[in-house]
C-alpha cells in the first residue's frame, strides 16, 4: 500500500508541468542503461509506470469496498445503540412512575412514627425519671 502510494506520488511528479532550462529536459524520452542525460530528476521506467496503474486500479475498487463494509458496520452499531438508548429510556420512564406512585402514596397516607418517637411515651418516661430523680435527691438531702 506505501509502495502503491509512493509509486502514484512519483507518478504524478513525473507527469506534472515541469519548467526546464532547456529543450531536453521538457519532453520525455527514452533512456538506455549507461547513457547520460541532459537533466537531473527521477529516472522512472515503464514497469513503475505500469505497476503504479496497476497499484490504483486494484486499490480503488477494494478501499470502496472496505468504505461500504465500515459504513453498514457504523449503521448496525447505531441500530443497537439506538435499542439499547429506547430500552434505558423505557425502563427509566417506567421508574420515575413508580416513584411518582409511591410518593403519591406516601403523602396520602405518611406511615406511623415508630413507637419510640410517640410523645406519650416521652411524657410517662419523664414523670417517672423526674419522680425517681426527686426521691433521691430528697432521700440523699435528708
Not at 526546464?20 to 537533466?39: H, Y
Not at 406512585?101 to 403523602?107: K, P, T
Amino acid at each position: 500500500m506505501k509502495a502503491c502510494a509512493l509509486t502514484l506520488t512519483l507518478l504524478c511528479a513525473l507527469l506534472s508541468p515541469v519548467q526546464a532550462l532547456g529543450d531536453a529536459c521538457t519532453r520525455i524520452q527514452g533512456v538506455s542503461a549507461g547513457d547520460r542525460v541532459p537533466c537531473d530528476g527521477v529516472l522512472w521506467t515503464s514497469g513503475a509506470t505500469a505497476e503504479a496503474i496497476r497499484c490504483k486500479t486494484v486499490d480503488t475498487p477494494r478501499l470502496i469496498a472496505d468504505l461500504n463494509l465500515c459504513v453498514q458496520r457504523a449503521d448496525l452499531q447505531k441500530t443497537a445503540l439506538e435499542r439499547k438508548l429506547a430500552a434505558a429510556q423505557g425502563l427509566a420512564d417506567q421508574r420515575a412512575h413508580e416513584l411518582a406512585d409511591v410518593q403519591a402514596q406516601l403523602r396520602a397516607d405518611p406511615p406511623a412514627p415508630p413507637w419510640y418517637a410517640a410523645p406519650a411515651l416521652w411524657a410517662i418516661v419523664g414523670l417517672a425519671a423526674g419522680g425517681a430523680g426527686g426521691y433521691y435527691f430528697a432521700r440523699a438531702v435528708r
